[in-house]
């Protein structure tokens, strides 16, 4: 019997009408706007009304440092969701949203996997509701505004060749990545050099997803740091007096989408920042709708623990006020091999001594979420047909010596139904006391801040500021930014940043080559190795087996 794809199944599915879903929810009809039958924007405005009603408890689910045999962060979440509320309790997921780029390059989906899915998969994972667009239209809305300025006089000053704010498109395109513009006459602009970032690396996205309410989304957009004067005075969009009309392109994509599980299930899926990049998560109103209308909220952050999770307490908690109650670790057998030294072919077989040179990559993680940040946590072993019990008490028995438990999620081939032994290890979690902190102190220099993000979370032996990276940090304090929370854009392959380092590396340090501001989403970005912004297609992207047939019906989309 042949394996039906991820798109097979979600398109078997018999989706209820997303107003019978919100109902269900308790979500009044007059916040509910219809993106046609399945989809749904939640008026923001009903956080105001329910600000006063009991939050939920906060689960994140998080993952080992990824590798090319697959984690399944998203299908956990989705299949924890379903699992939760199978045995009795209300749990509503707040994921991020599928950028296209991914989508037809290499990663292709994003809305989970197998029996745990979100639906409807294509809309999600391509035009959705229109926020990737609003998104780059505010975007290029102030690139546009920039040059013009210049053309019409410049008033402001603005030096050329410090202009720090690129044009985006949510799509994988490297020929745009570097670029030079406003050639042909005096009346085409003024030429200059210029790029594209990808659509989600962009600092309105973060913008979006950290924004509380409308006027708190205006006054972030006003604060973004555009470039520079000729006399290195920082320019921001207010200068430009952009914010309102950037406000005016964003306020339907400030809603939370509300979508459903193969299950029925509510999920909210709203903004989705690169965590390599960006800091990650989805949006700060998604995830308290989320714990506004479930007992549990399951939200989930890019990437592998260093990063996504770590960008999830420092930077999203911190601002938003959020205290979680237990994490989900996720990791794979397979996975944990790779990280053993086995090659990708190789997997399916059992390698015990591989897999415990791996296991130091989930432990160090794991210790970093129950010493560093203090929350209760579980180790969510994503089943495979090829795993060997021998394999499965090996990580079991190294995980309890940490006094953490194991649990067998098998939601890609069973739904909500194979993730009830870790729904309820979630719920056992969520009633414990926690000592939740944070990694360091905002009161600390920029260099401390990073100091302890690579001591406490990498293990690194140091940090090194390249001589750029020095001259940034010195005109960002003395500009007043050196309080704000950093965000470390490093590979997502290794915990250091060289992304062939494996497993649990020593003995190595951090190299920090730039430090730029996000002054609008409220946080400093570290750059660390060669980080795209702007990601291109491999040799066979996977837009090569999308296709649509004269009904209109999707396939190839994994």
Request: with cysteine; net charge negative.
């Amino acid at each position: 019997m042949s394996v039906k794809s991820d798109i097979e199944i979600a398109q078997a599915c018999e989706m209820e009408p997303i107003q019978d879903v919100a109902k269900r929810l308790g979500i009044e009809e007059d916040y509910i706007e219809n993106y046609g039958k399945y989809k749904a924007k939640i008026d923001y405005n009903l956080l105001k009304k329910r600000a006063g009603d009991p939050d939920g408890k906060l689960v994140l689910v998080t993952a080992i440092t990824p590798t090319p045999a697959g984690e399944g962060k998203t299908t956990t979440s989705v299949g924890l969701a379903d699992a939760m509320n199978r045995i009795g309790k209300k749990a509503v997921a707040a994921l991020r949203e599928p950028s296209m780029g991914p989508v037809f390059g290499i990663k292709g989906g994003a809305a989970g996997g197998g029996y745990a899915q979100v639906v409807p998969m294509e809309d999600i994972n391509l035009h959705f509701t229109g926020d990737m667009h609003a998104i780059g239209a505010a975007n290029n809305l102030l690139a546009a505004m920039i040059d013009n300025h210049i053309q019409q006089g410049n008033e402001l000053g603005i030096d050329v060749k410090k202009i720090t704010w690129k044009r985006c498109v949510d799509m994988n395109d490297r020929q745009l990545r570097n670029i030079v513009d406003g050639l042909g006459g005096r009346m085409q602009g003024v030429p200059r050099e210029d790029g594209f970032d990808i659509t989600v690396a962009s600092e309105i996205m973060a913008v979006l997803c950290l924004a509380t309410d409308l006027d708190d989304l205006k006054a972030r957009l006003a604060r973004i740091v555009i470039g520079y004067t000729y006399d290195d005075k920082p320019v921001t969009a207010a200068d430009l007096k952009a914010q309102g009309a950037m406000a005016a392109l964003l306020k339907d994509a400030l809603k939370p989408n509300l979508v459903q599980t193969l299950e029925h299930n509510p999920v909210f899926i709203h903004g989705g920042p690169f965590a390599n990049i960006a800091h990650g998560c989805n949006s700060v109103m998604a995830t308290r709708m989320a714990l506004k209308f479930g007992d549990y909220a399951i939200t989930e952050a890019g990437f592998a623990a260093d990063l996504g999770a770590v960008k999830f307490f420092d930077i999203k908690c911190r601002m938003a006020g959020l205290k979680p109650s237990a994490v989900v670790l996720v990791a794979t057998v397979r996975a944990l091999k790779f990280h053993g030294g086995v090659p990708k072919d190789q997997l399916n077989e059992e390698n015990l001594e591989a897999l415990e040179k791996g296991l130091p990559n989930l432990l160090r993680h794991l210790d970093n979420m129950k010493n560093v940040y203090g929350l209760p946590t579980v180790v969510a072993i994503n089943a495979f047909p090829t795993d060997t019990e021998a394999e499965l008490k090996l990580v079991e028995d190294k995980c309890k010596e940490m006094g953490v438990n194991v649990a067998l999620s098998e939601v890609w081939a069973k739904g909500g139904e194979g993730g009830e032994e870790l729904a309820k290890e979630v719920v056992r979690l969520c009633d414990q006391p926690n000592d939740f902190d944070f990694a360091y102190s905002l009161d600390g220099t920029i260099e401390e801040k990073m100091e302890q993000i690579a001591r406490r979370i990498y293990h690194a032996d140091g940090v090194d500021f390249a001589p750029k990276a020095k001259k940034e940090i010195k005109r960002l304090t003395a500009l007043g930014f050196d309080k704000l929370p950093i965000c470390v854009a490093k590979t997502q392959y290794s915990f250091s940043d060289n992304a062939k380092l494996l497993g649990a590396p020593e003995g190595f340090r951090i190299t920090i080559r730039d430090i730029k501001v996000s002054a609008g989403a409220g946080f400093l970005v570290a750059l660390s190795g060669n980080i795209m912004t702007m990601p291109g297609l491999p040799k066979h992207p996977a837009a090569e087996k999308i296709d649509v047939d004269s009904t209109g019906k999707i396939s190839g989309l994994f």
